[in-house]
């Protein structure tokens, strides 16, 4: 506050002035890096939730065509009634983290099998015609790892979609997991 107009009365009116364009300026950029980082949130949102729609699409239509026996259809109709229950209770485990964003989630740690947990991510993609997935786990049948499940599946679905989408879509495509201790 100044309130005499001499010369030091216009420079404290024009430094007030430039310190409230500079608020606006700060408050803008503000909001901007906001709505920046929303549209990255939902851009990765998007992603994690089109991953796995993709082949169990696949699975349903393979389901559908499928000619065979009765017993050869109802184990076929269980194992992809598993698999898209998998990858149903991912997309809600998703939607859910979401909701709750501003509590970061924290990963839900346990013991499990991973060269079983990749046996089940694969499924996903066994009836997709344009790749194939091959799993090279040598002689490791039992790999106990301490991490959280849901997230180590999400990470390897995001690993083979990306390799799928690089794919050129005239060509035939083969992805190769190798699992070493």
Request: charge should be neutral.
């Amino acid at each position: 506050q100044y309130r005499m107009d001499d010369e030091i009365g216009k420079l404290v009116k024009e430094y007030n002035r430039k310190v409230d364009e500079l608020l606006v300026s700060a408050e803008l950029l503000a909001r901007s890096e906001r709505e920046s980082a929303w549209r990255e949130m939902a851009k990765q949102i998007a992603h994690e939730i089109k991953n796995p729609l993709t082949p169990m699409k696949l699975n349903i239509q393979h389901l559908m065509r499928f000619k065979g026996e009765e017993k050869e259809y109802r184990e076929a109709v269980n194992r992809v009634a598993l698999t898209l229950i998998g990858q149903i209770e991912t997309l809600s485990e998703i939607a859910t983290e979401f909701s709750n964003f501003a509590q970061i989630p924290t990963a839900r740690k346990q013991v499990f099998n991973l060269s079983g947990q990749i046996d089940k991510v694969m499924e996903l993609y066994e009836n997709d015609h344009r790749v194939k997935v091959c799993v090279d786990k040598g002689d490791l049948k039992d790999v106990m790892v301490n991490a959280d499940r849901e997230q180590l599946s999400r990470a390897l679905i995001n690993l083979v979609k990306n390799g799928i989408q690089a794919i050129p879509a005239d060509r035939d495509g083969k992805i190769n997991i190798a699992l070493k201790r």
